[in-house]
């Protein structure tokens, strides 16, 4: 009982302490990528303020650059004076020079300074209109016949240059953004449609910055205050400063962060919470398997008993199988051996015929090659009962002579639905091993191959020579197009007495004896082989240079 509440007590702690961490985690990872967003905000609001600034320096520019083109030089007349100012395609006046005294006073001190400057287009006052808008005059002083007749004072209306500069009226922001611009005195006179009943409580503007700020909005008789981020750059012009200020909303920047964060948070405590139970669950699993542990000791105490017996046994069998099978394998060798026994002797008989031979000399050398040929598979028998320790006679022969004998014999077997292809070159390469091998080898393949393709039509190939991939070696490659070998038998196909012709009387020793005696030749065989497409056999011999192996 102790036991179970300190474990109760531990993984409380744990669990508590792996809430707090995760929660620190979670809210420095939270300010981290806030502050990040919010400075990125920043930036490409203060380059949006800089580019917009510019551009309204430019526009201011070239209002005051069409001025003092259309009003520059000597006019001949007052209706000259009149026309040219209809080419700043703005709303202006003339002011003869003996009106000037009766003047306002922003109007005579702009006036006085033109005349000081008579090249100049003086800039300013910012003044607000009964029509509702703010303008920005243009003061310029007009001569005829070389002596100063007056003042042409131009109005622009800073609403229309708001529209007219795209860098301010196409101004895309998100966040419920906008652009004003503010004068000297920090009176909004370019507003387009944002901004126009917002004040921004701005202590200190700086030449260049961004900064968070609060705003005072009234809305249905109801002040609001929210914050803002206001990104700000000032256009001179003429010596008259505007305050251009990019303003978008703070909340309306960070209220995507806050959500993501919550729905953060809430995940998190519901995955505390189910690895708080899964700890609880892991702890009660834990102990029912040492339990279950104690219990199942004994018992495999007893099946490690049992399994060493049944591996007794298995030994044992295995034993028995190999000495049944060298038994079995001695009886059919020597049984075999005493049948060619008549055959061997009869086949010296006809030799020795002086009529036989004269009318078919071939055939009775290849009977008496063949039936050699048993007496050496019934001696490989019996190698193979007595387990390798019968001695192996191994001379180094011409392997080539060797195929070439083999295809001869090859070609009397296969039947008229199946077509031979041979490739032997005709360079000799002797190996060494027991002669005859290679014929009883090639045999071997050539009647699995007739076996394989059947009564339809196919073709058996014989190549033999150098090695592509090593020139120590001589490369013997049987091939048939027919129905392929399973790949469930493949791996089996070694085997002694392993055979899927049972119907046909096949022995199942055909393919053991290929694979021992070419790695008696001290060479290695491969088996590639594709159902319904065909087999491949490709054997390769280390050969020596010459018939005395030296």
Not at 152 to 177: C, F, H, I, R, T
Not at 231 to 245: H, V
Not at 481 to 489: E, K, L, N, Q, T
């Amino acid at each position: 009982m102790k036991t179970s509440m300190k474990s109760r007590r531990v993984q409380t702690s744990i669990t508590a302490v792996g809430a707090l961490l995760i929660l620190v985690i979670a809210f420095i990872c939270y300010r981290t990528v806030k502050e990040t967003i919010v400075n990125n905000e920043k930036e490409n609001m203060i380059s949006i303020a800089r580019v917009s600034a510019r551009s309204l320096e430019a526009g201011f520019r070239a209002k005051s650059n069409l001025v003092y083109a259309a009003l520059s030089g000597d006019m001949d007349n007052v209706e000259a004076i009149e026309q040219n100012m209809l080419k700043t395609g703005e709303k202006s006046r003339y002011i003869p020079q003996a009106d000037a005294g009766s003047l306002k006073k922003w109007e005579k001190e702009a006036c006085d300074e033109a005349a000081v400057q008579p090249g100049e287009v003086i800039a300013g006052p910012v003044r607000h209109l009964d029509e509702g808008y703010y303008a920005l005059y243009l003061t310029k002083a007009v001569y005829i016949g070389k002596s100063l007749a007056g003042y042409v004072q131009v109005e622009l209306n800073l609403d229309e240059v708001y529209e007219e500069e795209q860098a301010l009226s196409n101004l895309k922001l998100g966040n419920g953004g906008y652009c004003v611009v503010k004068d000297r005195n920090g009176i909004t006179v370019m507003s387009g449609d944002g901004g126009k009943e917002e004040e921004l409580s701005v202590s200190e503007y700086k030449e260049t910055d961004c900064e968070m700020v609060w705003s005072y909005q009234v809305r249905g008789g109801t002040p609001e205050r929210t914050r803002r981020l206001i990104a700000y750059d000032t256009a001179e012009f003429e010596g008259e400063p505007f305050r251009l200020c990019v303003v978008e909303s703070y909340d309306g920047i960070v209220e995507p962060i806050d959500r993501i964060a919550l729905y953060l948070a809430v995940l998190g405590l519901v995955l505390l919470l189910w690895i708080s139970l899964f700890i609880s669950r892991l702890v009660q699993q834990r102990r029912k398997e040492e339990k279950l542990k104690m219990e199942l000791q004994h018992e495999k105490e007893l099946n490690e008993a049992n399994e060493a017996l049944r591996n007794q046994e298995n030994l044992m069998q295995k034993y028995n199988h190999s000495k049944t099978m060298a038994v079995l394998t001695g009886a059919i060798a020597h049984e075999f051996n005493n049948l060619m026994t008549p055959v061997v002797l009869y086949s010296e008989l006809l030799i020795e015929n002086e009529t036989v031979q004269r009318e078919m000399p071939d055939e009775t050398a290849e009977l008496s090659a063949t039936a050699k040929r048993c007496e050496d598979l019934a001696r490989q028998l019996l190698d193979y009962s007595r387990q390798g320790r019968a001695e192996k006679v191994l001379s180094v022969y011409n392997a080539t002579f060797a195929v070439e004998n083999s295809v001869c014999m090859v070609e009397r077997l296969v039947p008229d639905n199946i077509t031979l292809r041979t490739a032997v070159c005709r360079t000799k390469y002797y190996v060494r091993g027991q002669v005859g091998a290679l014929n009883q080898i090639i045999l071997n393949l050539a009647a699995n191959a007739i076996h394989a393709i059947g009564e339809r039509r196919g073709t058996i190939g014989i190549q033999f020579g150098l090695s592509t991939e090593d020139e120590r070696m001589a490369r013997l490659v049987v091939e048939d197009d027919g129905g392929g070998i399973p790949v469930a038998v493949r791996q089996h196909i070694f085997e002694p007495f392993f055979t899927t012709k049972c119907e046909e009387g096949g022995n199942g020793i055909g393919l053991t004896v290929v694979k021992r005696l070419t790695e008696e030749h001290g060479g290695s065989i491969r088996v590639k082989s594709e159902e319904g497409k065909g087999t491949v056999f490709m054997m390769d011999f280390p050969w020596v240079r010459n018939e005395l192996g030296v």
